[in-house]
T-cell receptor, first 111, second 115 residues
Framework: QKEVEQNSGPLSVPEGAIASLNCTYS??????FFWYRQYSGKSPELIMS????GDKEDGRFTAQLNKASQYVSLLIRDSQPSDSATYLC???????????FGAGTRLFVKA | GAGVSQTPSNKVTEKGKYVELRCDPI?????LYWYRQSLGQGPEFLIY????????DSGLPNDRFFAVRPEGSVSTLKIQRTERGDSAVYLC?????????????FGPGTRLTVT
C-alpha cells in the first residue's frame, strides 16, 4: 500500500463545473496535509494546507479533511481551463518534517 | 521577496561523473528540503535541513548522495559516480520551519540528465 494514494486520472470536467480531487493516506498519525498544483514542466505550487478536520475554504478552493477515514480532498469551484494541471496531495507526519507526496491527479478543464 | 532559486536549471553529465546542485532558499526560512521527481511521479523526499543540520536524511537513496548546508542558508546536493537512474528533476523547497503547517515553497528545479 502506498503511503499517499491518488487517482492518476485524467479527470475531465467542463468549464464552470466543480472538480473533486481525492487523496487517502496510510499513516494514521499524519498531522498536516497539503495540495499543490503542478503545470507541465514547472515545479509544484502550494494551493491549500489543512490540519484540522472539516473544511477550509480559500477562494474557489476548498480542502476537506477527515482524519478518521484518512482522507483529504480538494474541491475546485467554477473550474477554468487554466486549472488544468496535475494536483499533488502531500502529507506530513508527526515527529519530524518529512513530507510524502502522492503521484498526482491530472485534471483537464474543457472550455 | 525572491522565491527559492536553484542552479543550474539543466545539467547534462556523463555516467560516473560528480555533480553539484545548488539551492538558495527564501530569505529567513530555516527549513530546507530536497526532493527528486521522475516523470509521472510525485516529488520523492530526499533530505530535510533545519538550520545547518540534516534533521532527516532517510530519503537519500544511497551513499552516493550527500547534501550540505554549512551556513544555514544555501544548500548543495552532491551526487557522486552518477548513474543513468539518477536522471530526474531535483527540487528544493524551503519553509519557515516554525509552524505546525510548515508550508513549503518550491524552487524551479534542476533537470539532471545522466548519459
Amino acid at each position: 500500500q502506498k503511503e499517499v494514494e491518488q487517482n492518476s486520472g485524467p479527470l475531465s470536467v467542463p468549464e464552470g463545473a466543480i472538480a473533486s480531487l481525492n487523496c487517502t493516506y496510510s499513516d494514521r498519525v499524519s498531522q498536516s496535509f497539503f495540495w499543490y498544483r503542478q503545470y507541465s514542466g514547472k515545479s509544484p505550487e502550494l494551493i491549500m494546507s489543512i490540519y484540522s478536520n472539516g473544511d477550509k475554504e480559500d477562494g474557489r478552493f476548498t480542502a476537506q479533511l477527515n482524519k478518521a477515514s484518512q482522507y483529504v480532498s480538494l474541491l475546485i469551484r467554477d473550474s477554468q481551463p487554466s486549472d488544468s494541471a496535475t494536483y499533488l496531495c502531500a502529507v506530513k507526519g508527526t515527529g519530524g518534517f518529512k513530507t510524502i507526496f502522492g503521484a498526482g491527479t491530472r485534471l483537464f478543464v474543457k472550455a | 521577496g525572491a522565491g527559492v532559486s536553484q542552479t543550474p536549471s539543466n545539467k547534462v553529465t556523463e555516467k560516473g561523473k560528480y555533480v553539484e546542485l545548488r539551492c538558495d532558499p527564501i530569505s529567513g526560512h530555516t527549513a530546507l528540503y530536497w526532493y527528486r521527481q521522475s516523470l509521472g511521479q510525485g516529488p520523492e523526499f530526499l533530505i530535510y535541513f533545519q538550520g545547518t543540520g540534516a534533521a532527516d536524511d532517510s530519503g537519500l537513496p544511497n551513499d552516493r548522495f550527500f547534501a550540505v548546508r554549512p551556513e544555514g542558508s544555501v544548500s548543495t546536493l552532491k551526487i557522486q559516480r552518477t548513474e543513468r537512474g539518477d536522471s530526474a528533476v531535483y527540487l528544493c523547497a524551503s519553509s519557515s520551519g516554525q509552524s505546525r503547517l510548515d508550508e513549503q515553497y518550491f524552487g524551479p528545479g534542476t533537470r539532471l540528465t545522466v548519459t
